[in-house]
């Protein structure tokens, strides 16, 4: 089993900065692929980043440009740094992982979830 935990979330008014941090434990021998998902009120939730181990990433189209995947070389932990915030980034953000990278073209199914951070951007 993997626990991911998330740290970093918080209140920030808009055009500023956070970076989220996850830190991964338990069997992460493979954990091949960490990201970030994101869950406003009243919306489903959805994509924000990924990145594998091999380094490549994914953003979601709304935070291209202002957030930025990042991770250590032993895959225990992934960040994310995010700036220029909007309002429309607040969010509980999740950390999220799978073992295998999908072939292109395929959907993540991340089997492993954190608990969430809060981010609040205020106008």
């Known amino acids: 089993q993997v626990q991911l935990m998330e740290s970093g979330g918080g209140l920030v008014q808009a055009g500023g900065s956070l970076r989220l941090s996850c830190a991964a434990s338990g069997s992460i021998f493979r954990l091949n692929v960490m990201g970030w998902y994101r869950q406003a009120p009243g919306k489903q939730r959805e994509l924000v980043a990924v990145?594998?181990?091999?380094?490549?990433?994914t953003y979601t189209d709304s935070v291209k440009g202002r957030f930025a995947i990042s991770g250590r070389n032993a895959a225990n932990a992934v960040y994310l740094q995010m700036n220029s915030l909007k309002p429309e980034d607040t969010a509980v953000y999740y950390c999220?992982?799978?073992?295998?990278?999908?072939?292109?073209?395929?959907?993540?199914?991340?089997?492993?979830w954190g608990k969430g951070t809060l981010v609040t951007v205020s106008s």
């Open positions: 990145l594998t181990s091999g380094g490549a990433t």
């Open positions: 999220a992982a799978q073992r295998t990278i999908p072939p292109k073209g395929w959907d993540y199914a991340m089997n492993y």
